[in-house]
């Protein structure tokens, strides 16, 4: 008889199961309750409805009750044991796929009657309806898992919103970008959420994009937040715009109600920045052509001031306070070709020119250039310089430039800041690799440097100056003149509490022998001896004049020409000791000029020596390395060209 209850308790039990491990357990039990069999085995199969690639590797194997019961053999005809039992098997389909097999043992070889068969045909088809969704669900539940284990995995933020810009999903790096957690971001407004992000400001409003899947209506926008400054790019791609038929009238009119959207969040701040990098590349290269190409034109006029300034030095009849003006123009003069040198050195990373530097040195000539301007902007310099500082082998005129740049930086600093302050410097032997060592530090009690701009601080075209006060340059070129000389420089600072830059420079083993020879000191018998008949050959007439009257204190004989043509045809009647000569001439240049001696006269090569201001560009630098002679830079010292005349002539005379 038919028992109804059982039945119901049965199927409703079936329906209930959460999982197809407990619906195995649960149908099976109620198989054998059913029927009054007295073992069974229910076997649920991997076929294409449930691949594994899905997830179904715990799918349920075969379940035996009692568990010590042997499964049948795979063979679908019902079978009879010797002692008479008998098993009997039921397929579980449904639309057309085989979900698995039900067998049951009975002891009568008759069983089941007919009155359980259609009982047990029902059950069993029950079983494969409830079987295939739950099946589904779960194979549905493993793909969202695995939905959001791809989209934890992400770098970018994902999330999923409606019309009214309400988040419906997001990944963990959406929140992670905006700073809070997953659970703060789901639920609340796109809008609402960003506009609390701090200095949230919108670089490019949404606007479409013409690149893309265009059927999803893709649009974009940018904006910038958080301390320090991030900037994000974020697409939005209209779900409701696919056209997808999903077969189903509740998914059908979701979608047709639609509005939702699937945004994406890039972090683009790296990629900025490396673009900046790159225009700041670029900058620095058309810096270097340009630099290049004025730097002849201004180191002429540069070396006839710098040379006539330590002429007028050496002048006796004048007071102190005249020589402290010249020589406050000599230093000026000299810093504003410096400048120029520096330029062209950062962008063209060359090779300072270097000697022996007594670091305390530096600093005293920095100091003494700024002095009176920070006397009249109210900031008092302290100074604690140790005596016993190792020599530094180095450019002295760079790290001279360095140091004003710091100080520079410092007392402007202070001035915008509180309008009165205080710049300490101070000197100290250390070590570095094992090696003797300076150590500067240069520290203020302005307003500090804030934690986003300290690590920017040195940075090329970097700086918080307004615009048209600041070029951003200074401690670029700063940090690359250290690095030229094998030290550090470093920045540290708190926010409202001043700032401190250190310099460390190795010191050098060697002494400096080369000394300053006094300029009054002119030893008679050396004069007689090296009194040389030269020909100076530069475009310039103030600088062949300069160049005269320096030559003319060893009482040297100077011949001017202004081009290598003049110095040519003057080498067809006279025959001179030494030869000075530019490099950049209009006519016959000297690269033409050494070249034509090559071919003439080839006894004079070993007297030729190049004074110019053109020493960075490519073409100079290829041409100088292939004459390999003397070479001295404008605007030169005086006592330099003096010092390097007399060297080469006893050279030649030796």
């Not at 009692?66 to 679908?76: I, L, Q």
């Not at 934890?152 to 994902?158: H, K, L, S, T």
């Not at 004989?557 to 000075?580: H, K, M, S, W």
């Not at 630098?621 to 060209?641: C, I, N």
């Amino acid at each position: 008889m038919f028992n109804f209850s059982l039945w119901s308790r049965l199927t409703l039990d079936i329906v209930a199961a959460p999982t197809l491990l407990r619906l195995q357990e649960v149908a099976l039990r109620g198989a054998l309750s059913l029927s009054g069999a007295a073992a069974g085995t229910l076997t649920l199969s991997n076929d294409e409805f449930d691949s594994p690639a899905l997830g179904t590797s715990n799918a349920p194997a075969t379940l035996s009750l009692p568990s010590d019961v042997a499964p049948p053999s795979d063979s679908a005809a019902d079978s009879v044991s010797p002692a008479g039992s008998r098993w009997r098997h039921w397929p579980l389909r449904w639309d057309g796929h085989e979900l698995g097999r039900l067998s049951l043992l009975w002891s009568s070889p008759d069983a089941p009657d007919g009155e359980l068969r259609p009982q047990l045909d029902a059950f069993c088809q029950h079983v494969a309806a409830t079987a295939a969704k739950t099946r589904l669900f779960e194979q549905l539940q493993y793909i969202k898992r695995e939905w959001q284990a791809m989209l934890d995995g992400m770098i970018d933020g994902v999330y999923v919103c409606d019309e009214s810009g309400v988040i419906l999903r997001a990944n963990r790096a959406l929140a992670t970008m905006l700073g809070c957690e997953l659970t703060d971001v789901l639920g609340r407004r796109r809008d609402d959420l960003w506009r609390q992000l701090p200095e949230y400001t919108v670089l490019r409003p949404w606007q479409p994009l013409d690149i893309g899947p265009m059927h999803l209506s893709p649009r974009m926008t940018e904006f910038r937040c958080g301390h320090p400054d991030r900037v994000f790019v974020e697409m939005a791609f209209e779900l409701h715009a696919t056209g997808v038929n999903l077969g189903h009238p509740n998914l059908e009119r979701a979608r047709d109600d639609g509005g939702r959207r699937l945004c994406v969040l890039h972090d683009v701040t790296e990629s900025r920045r490396l673009q900046e990098q790159l225009l700041q590349s670029e900058k620095l290269a058309a810096l270097g052509e340009l630099t290049s190409g004025v730097a002849h034109e201004l180191n002429n006029p540069l070396a006839t001031v710098v040379g006539y300034a330590e002429l007028l030095g050496l002048d006796k009849t004048l007071s102190e306070n005249q020589k402290r003006k010249v020589s406050t123009m000599h230093s000026e003069a000299t810093r504003a070709s410096n400048i120029v040198s520096n330029l062209l050195a950062y962008a063209r990373r060359s090779s300072p020119e270097k000697g022996f530097v007594v670091i305390n040195d530096v600093i005293a000539a920095a100091l003494e250039m700024r002095r009176y301007q920070l006397q009249t902007d109210d900031v008092t310099l302290t100074t604690d310089l140790a005596p016993d500082l190792p020599p530094v082998w180095g450019d002295a005129l760079q790290l001279q430039q360095v140091v004003f740049n710091i100080i520079n930086n410092a007392a402007q600093a202070i001035h915008s800041w509180r309008g009165a302050g205080e710049i300490r410097i101070s000197t100290r032997a250390t070590t570095m690799s094992g090696q003797n060592a300076a150590r500067i530090t240069i520290e203020d009690n302005g307003p500090g440097i804030a934690p986003e701009h300290l690590r920017r601080v040195f940075d090329p075209f970097f700086t918080t100056k307004p615009t048209g006060e600041g070029t951003g340059l200074g401690m670029s070129i700063s940090l690359r003149i250290i690095s030229n000389h094998e030290g550090l420089l470093w920045a540290e600072s708190r926010l409202g509490h001043g700032a401190r830059f250190l310099i460390e420079l190795p010191g050098s083993a060697g002494e400096d022998s080369g000394g300053v020879i006094d300029e009054d000191i002119v030893n008679d018998d050396e004069c007689v001896q090296e009194c040389a008949h030269i020909l100076v050959v530069d475009d310039e007439e103030p600088v062949v004049t300069l160049m005269t009257e320096i030559l003319a204190l060893d009482g040297h004989r100077v011949t001017p020409a202004f081009n290598g043509a003049e110095a040519l045809a003057l080498l067809q009647n006279n025959d001179y000791d030494f030869i000075l000569s530019d490099v950049r001439m209009p006519a016959v240049g000297g690269p033409t000029f050494f070249e034509i001696l090559q071919t003439t006269r080839p006894d004079l090569l070993s007297k030729v020596m190049f004074v110019t201001g053109d020493t960075m560009s490519q073409s100079t630098q290829t041409f100088l390395q292939r004459a390999a002679r003397p070479v001295l830079s404008k605007p030169f010292d005086p006592e330099r060209l003096r010092q390097m005349v007399r060297e080469n002539l006893q050279r030649l005379r030796a």
